[in-house]
């Protein structure tokens, strides 16, 4: 594969000859993407980095995908205006191979080597841990703009967010890493492998950085935290759907970054079109057929699909709808069934659902509509 197509969409090639320098050492290069199983789902936005990953595998060079099962448990600061809380580790190690998994979806399995950083982080003693503490200076981890802004707002800072940036460096002497790549947000993680892979007498690797595809609401980075989120394993109904319900002012960084080439002028043609994309890469012309139909009937026409499942009511009259809400369709939390129902985002047989405690005999055998999407027919 060429250089230029190497590089793609890459916002930093760090340096600028970098790449071109390393292609010419005519090995395969030992190219690296670390991530962080604080979700066990792959998003449309991380799945375009791995993609570029593959664009490396295609090419003939060794990709190593890194699972931060150790660095999690300190958490990425990259972005945050506090401190990430830390998950329970048995819900890190579950994420970890869950997200694996869904990698290869993108990958290939055979040729991908899949490390865990715990292999090599967990075995540092403490003299070992202050020795790679000495590769970085405090000024130059300030130099981060979300430890900058919160150094300056007086909000706290851990030492272990300090340590992960050098820790994660860590990772790229361990497996003598060529090239790292990730998200623009991740470019001072990044560089301070090339910072601290000297100091173990190694050639620094070369950064590659690409762009974020911005999540369904517009406006901030497509993230599993944030909700705004497509993920490659949901329904096709849903990723179609969501898809459709991105802003025009999004159509086209995510038409560039998921679709590319020409494109209707017309904006609904547009974005039926990415949808229809989008959604045949992950579940194929089938999946994307079903998920353009289910738009259709329930979003466009206003009408209920035609596969509707049942739900069985609670015992009791009458029956608390936030409750069933909650333990029935899946919604977040009571106050956020009752923030709907307030909203008349909850819907009885077409019309919109008024109070909380609702008879018993009014629920049977109607059709509960939860937003635009979520459908259940309710049996007693």
């Given amino acids: 594969m060429a250089l230029e197509a190497l590089i793609g969409h890459a916002v930093d090639v760090l340096p600028e000859d970098g790449l071109e320098a390393k292609l010419k050492l005519g090995r395969p290069l030992r190219v690296k993407l670390g991530v962080d199983p604080t979700s066990p789902d792959v998003h449309l936005g991380f799945a375009y980095v791995l993609e570029r990953l593959a664009d490396f595998q295609r090419a003939g060079h060794t990709i190593v995908l890194i699972v931060g099962d150790y660095t999690a448990r300190i958490g990425d600061p990259s972005g945050r205006s506090k401190e990430r809380p830390v998950l329970p580790d048995e819900v890190l190690d579950a994420n970890a191979q869950f997200f694996a998994e869904q990698a290869f979806r993108i990958l ?21 841990t202050v020795k790679l503490a000495r590769t970085m200076t405090v000024a130059r981890l300030l130099e981060r703009d979300d430890f900058a802004q919160r150094f300056a707002e007086h909000v706290p800072i ?3 967010e300090l340590l992960y940036p050098i820790m994660q460096a860590y990772d790229s002497v361990a497996i003598e890493a060529d090239v790292e790549i990730g998200g623009t947000d991740q470019r001072f993680n990044l560089l301070a492998g090339r910072d601290v892979m000297p100091q173990y007498g190694l050639e620094p690797q070369v950064v590659m950085t690409f762009p974020l595809l911005v999540g369904t609401e517009g406006e901030l980075k497509m993230s599993k935290s944030r909700g705004n989120y497509i993920g490659i394993t949901d329904p096709p109904e849903d990723m179609f759907g969501k ?6 002012k999004a159509l086209p960084e995510w ?14 043609e547009w974005k039926l079109e990415l949808a229809r994309r989008v959604t045949e890469r992950w579940h194929g012309e089938e999946g ?8 259709t009937r329930v979003v466009r026409h206003h009408e209920a699909p ?8 609670p015992d009791g009259d ?13 919604v977040a939390s009571t106050s956020e069934a009752r923030r709907l129902i307030e909203q008349g985002g909850v819907k009885l047989n077409g019309s919109p659902a008024t109070g909380l405690d609702v008879p018993r005999d009014a629920l049977a055998g109607a059709l509960l509509q939860v937003g635009k999407r979520r459908f259940a027919r309710l049996t007693a």
Avoid: C, Q
């Fill in 108 to 128: 290939d399995r055979d040729k991908t080597e899949v490390r865990f950083n715990g292999e090599w982080l967990g075995r540092l003693s403490y003299a070992e």
């Fill in 318 to 330: 009458p029956v608390h709808l936030p409750a069933l809400l909650v333990e029935r369709l899946g």
């Fill in 255 to 268: 038409w560039d970054m998921l679709a590319g080439g020409a494109h209707p002028d017309d904006p609904m």
């Fill in 288 to 295: 994307a057929r079903a998920g353009e139909a289910h738009f």
């Fill in 243 to 248: 898809t459709m319900s991105i802003p025009d």
């Fill in 306 to 313: 035609e596969d509707v499942p049942d739900v069985t009511l």
């Fill in 158 to 160: 851990s030492l272990s």
